[in-house]
């Protein structure tokens, strides 16, 4: 009986030995597992908007793209609030409460509409980034005038649902333009062009290489609504695909074909700086470039321009050289007649 115990305590042993990781193994995979994976930014589309919230509470109402039933709101006073806590501060990418570290929840802020109308934001939630540790998300409802009721005002799309916010410091006007404002912060929702340039790697509190990434993010905000003139109007459809490099070495240029991306059909679509397009090849909606050269006539001219690795431009800024941009894209580029109204 002895040596069949120690025969099987033998065998158990030399398979949990068979079993155990080589010596060599680096641990620090493990540390790894079961962390969300960013996905790759060349499946990540682009869009329209630019706040990604609601143009109007009004269903019925046509509204004007530039327009947004919220575009800011206010670190203090606070409408409602833990009764220890007096103002809110941005730290980077997340709201801190003073005089002492409290939970954010439940805090009410008074908030700016479009049109300059006052309206009520609620934090009802906040999930810490799992990509960025100073960063979170917040899950925020503003009062409905219209319907008398507390509503999501982000813009629920079918891969994004539940749309949640970021808090950006500082504030977004019209035209596109972002303005310090200091004590007020915007909440960017998750389908707009603030939180995707974001969450593409240009948060504007951070910096690389010692530069800030402000004026980066900036410019990427114009380029995902092909806002050329910087005047606030988008030049694409929803979901189009694109891809981008920039001058610091954020993001590189795709070179490898994905089931989300075939550099093969892409082509220089434009450069970008913080208040629109420097230079373009053409227009990522098909619309003709006489149309851009109308809707801002003094901005650009006619004349090609080199701007190495292939991208050449066909129409350029007549105050600005397109090489000082500070991004650049490529896309698809829209079939003919395809053109935006």
Known sequence: MKKILLACMLIQGATLAHAAPPASAKPDRYAKRCLSQVPQRSAKPQGTMLWGTKRSWDTEKKTEERSSVLVSASLEPLKQADAEVKALKLEGGRLVTLPSPRSVVGTVLQGTASDGKPVEVAICGAEPSSEDPGMVWYRIEAWNEVAQEWENPCVALDRVPDPRALAVS???DATGAHQSNPGK????CENGAITKCISWGYAPWADRKGQSLASLHQACTRMVRADYCGNGRSHTHEDTTIDMYDRLGVLARTSEASADWDPERASF???WAPDGATCLARTRDGRALETILNECPDRFRSGSQELGEGDRCTVQR?????ATALLRNMSYGAPKGTAGQ
């Open 170 to 172: 500082g504030t977004w």
């Open 269 to 271: 679509e434009a450069a």
């Open 318 to 322: 007549a105050d600005v050289h397109p």
């Open 185 to 188: 912060l915007t909440f960017a």
